[in-house]
């Protein structure tokens, strides 16, 4: 079997959705004046901006808190403007397992293959279990994935970043879309071997 493991932010997305995700449920709590969720979500982004809290404190108080879905698939739904049209085509292209892996909450990234219209196979992101926050990335990304799939013949990756150095090392093709010169130099220093999508 082939897994085919697509990351999202700066990946199959063209931008970082965790801040954007934040912004939009302070609008759209405000627009339908929901005011508990307003509240709890612009309280918190004081708190983070004032320094008093860390990222993933941040994270972790705003992925425990309750709001409507809706707010979740109308966010997933903006995003599509920022989709990367090349590594839609280039995954699409690839029969196998596909995973997309990402840092990004859970909760929104549930609804991205039914708007952005790409097959996933599995969702793999970050969430919040007994008040603990389980972060999906570096090496947490290769112990979920293997939470998923036991046995792959073949691993196809595409990521934009060098925090996915685990991924790439037990990948059999790795893509790195948009690389930074830092990501390049790290993958280079760790012998990684890549084709770059730029676009």
């Given at each position: 079997?082939?897994?085919?493991?697509?990351?999202?932010?700066?990946?199959?997305?063209?931008?970082?959705?965790?801040?954007?995700?934040?912004?939009?449920?302070?609008?759209c709590s405000f627009k339908k004046?929901?005011?508990?969720?307003?509240?709890?979500?612009?309280?918190?982004?004081?708190?983070?901006?004032?320094?008093?809290?860390?990222?993933?404190?941040?994270?972790?108080?705003?992925?425990?808190?309750?709001?409507?879905?809706?707010?979740?698939?109308?966010?997933?739904?903006?995003?599509?403007?920022?989709?990367n049209p090349l590594v839609v085509e280039r995954i699409s292209e690839i029969d196998g397992y596909h995973v997309l892996s990402s840092a990004s909450p859970l909760s929104y990234l549930e609804h991205v293959a039914e708007a952005f219209n790409v097959k996933f196979d599995k969702v793999l992101g970050s969430y919040v279990c007994g008040g603990v926050l389980f972060e999906n990335y570096a090496e947490n990304?290769?112990?979920?994935?293997?939470?998923?799939?036991?046995?792959?013949?073949?691993?196809?990756?595409f990521t934009d970043h060098h925090m996915d150095l685990p991924l790439m090392k037990i990948s059999d093709e790795v893509f790195l879309v948009n690389p930074s010169k830092k990501t390049l130099r790290k993958a280079d220093f760790e012998g990684v071997r890549y084709r770059v999508i730029e676009g």
């Open positions: 079997m082939k897994a085919v493991i697509c990351d999202f932010d700066g990946t199959l997305l063209k931008k970082h959705s965790f801040p954007m995700w934040v912004f939009y449920i302070v609008r004046g929901d005011i508990p969720v307003f509240f709890r979500f612009s309280s918190a982004l004081a708190l983070r901006w004032a320094g008093v809290i860390s990222s993933s404190q941040f994270k972790t108080f705003l992925m425990r808190k309750s709001y409507p879905v809706e707010y979740d698939t109308l966010f997933v739904e903006s995003l599509k403007v920022h989709v990304k290769v112990l979920a994935l293997h939470e998923v799939i036991d046995f792959a013949d073949d691993v196809v990756l």
